[in-house]
């Protein structure tokens, strides 16, 4: 499986500040925030599965933009995936006819444009031999982490997350783990703002790599505009064992 990086940052500010969405292969988003905006048209119109970590904006706002740019044009719904909790959230909030049409019932309720599809934590996908399964993780509103195996590896992204022993254990427990791709939020000198709004801080970072007794490369994602040169340099000041390296936007990571 190959996943390119669309957008990995915290917020925005410049051409190389996009939020947090990856394309999967051609056809698999995970999150779609505002990096989703890169893909063309006839890309966006590849999309059939989208994989939501949570509902904060960050990680969705391309997301109603993207159903009503292709919807036209496709033969069959783009399936959501996420949480009940994420998709009543999603439901209430943004497709209430309000802030955006709810496009799971346009044209019509037997032939929507989007479709939720409700993924417990703990639940596997398998999309074409591609196993995707719900991890936890612990944010400020319900969220998952996501593990994605293709059989003959692993990745694992741990979309916005606290100090989670929950996720260490699962990130432990794959047995071929490629690629970890982590959130490093806020720098430690922000560390009553990264509890606050339950991320992580490169102190908190380390200490979760410390636990970490499986070897993939590491890569931080979700870094604070403004915070991100700090939050590399207390990370590398740290010394982890991993070495991790910060995420870049266009990257592209294969397992
Ligand atoms: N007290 C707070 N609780 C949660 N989020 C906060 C708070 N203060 C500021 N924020 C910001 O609001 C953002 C919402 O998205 P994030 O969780 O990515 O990151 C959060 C912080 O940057």
């Given at each position: 499986m190959k996943l390119k990086v669309l957008g990995c940052s915290g917020g925005i500010g410049g051409a190389q500040a996009r939020t947090t969405s990856f394309l999967v292969d051609?056809?698999?988003?995970i999150d779609c925030g505002?990096?989703?905006?890169?893909?063309?048209l006839d890309a966006m119109r590849r999309i059939d599965h989208v994989f939501l970590t949570h509902a904060h904006l960050d990680h969705i706002a391309c997301l109603p933009l993207l159903i009503d740019s292709v919807g036209d044009a496709r033969s069959l719904p783009v399936t959501v995936h996420a949480t009940p909790e994420t998709i009543r959230i999603l439901h209430s909030h943004v497709f209430n006819w309000l802030v955006w049409p709810d496009f799971s019932a346009i044209p019509d309720r037997h032939h929507p444009f989007m479709r939720f599809q409700p993924m417990k934590l703990g639940e596997s996908i398998s999309l074409g031999g591609r196993v995707i399964k719900a991890l936890p993780a612990q944010h400020t509103v319900p969220t998952v982490a996501y593990a994605l195996d293709s059989g003959e590896g692993q990745l694992v992204f741990s979309g916005d997350t606290a100090y989670c022993p929950e996720l260490i254990a699962a990130i432990n427990a794959q047995p071929a783990l490629r690629h970890l791709i982590v959130e490093?939020?806020?720098?430690d000198e922000q560390h009553g703002l990264a509890v606050a709004s339950r991320h992580l801080c490169p102190s908190m970072l380390l200490a979760m790599l410390e636990e970490v007794h499986v070897t993939p490369e590491v890569h931080i994602t979700h870094l604070k505009p403004g915070a991100d040169l700090r939050i590399i340099a207390q990370i590398e000041a740290g010394a982890p064992r991993l070495k991790p390296r910060r995420l870049q936007m266009g990257q592209e990571l294969y397992f």
């Open positions: 051609e056809d698999i988003l505002t990096g989703a905006g890169e893909l063309s490093t939020a806020f720098a």
